[in-house]
C-alpha cells in the first residue's frame, strides 16, 4: 500500500474532535480528516454566518442540512439547500461563504482539485 492510499473504513462522525473557526459574522465548526492530498470535513455553520475571507481554493460542498450562499467577487451568488452540492477547481473562483439560517456541510478538497 502507497503512504496516499486510503484503506477501507467507515467514520463515525460523532468520534471526531471539533474545532471552532470564526467569521466575519458567526462561527463555523469544523470536524476534520486529513489524508495525503486529501482533506474531508463536515462543517456546520451557525446562523447569520460570514466567511472571514474569500477563498480560493477548490471544494465539493454538499449542503447536508439548512441554505448557504456562495457569493462570488464577480457579484454572482449561488445558493444551496439541502441535497444540493457545487464543485470548484483550485483558483478558477473567489467565493464568500454565508449563512442566515445555518447550514451543515461535507466538504471535501485536495489535490486531485488543483487546476492543470
Known amino acids: 500500500m502507497k503512504k496516499e492510499d486510503i ?13 471552532e473557526h470564526v ?3 458567526g462561527i463555523a465548526i469544523w470536524q476534520t480528516l486529513q489524508y495525503s ?3 474531508i ?3 456546520e455553520l451557525s446562523k447569520n454566518y460570514i466567511a472571514d475571507h474569500w477563498c480560493e ?6 449542503c447536508l442540512e439548512g441554505t448557504l ?3 462570488l467577487k464577480n457579484g454572482e451568488k449561488f445558493w444551496l439547500t439541502a ?3 457545487y464543485v470548484v477547481s ?6 464568500l461563504t454565508i449563512s442566515g439560517i445555518g447550514a451543515k456541510l461535507l466538504v471535501i478538497d485536495g489535490d486531485f482539485l488543483k487546476t492543470q
Not at 484503506?7 to 474545532?19: E, L, R, S, V
Open 23 to 25: 467569521g466575519e459574522a
Open 57 to 62: 481554493k477548490g471544494h465539493i460542498v454538499h
Open 69 to 71: 450562499v456562495s457569493e
Open 37 to 39: 492530498g486529501l482533506r
Open 7 to 19: 484503506p477501507f473504513q467507515a467514520i463515525d462522525w460523532n468520534g471526531i474532535p471539533k474545532t
Open 41 to 43: 470535513r463536515v462543517v
Open 90 to 95: 483550485n483558483g478558477l473562483s473567489s467565493h
Open 83 to 85: 441535497g444540493m452540492t
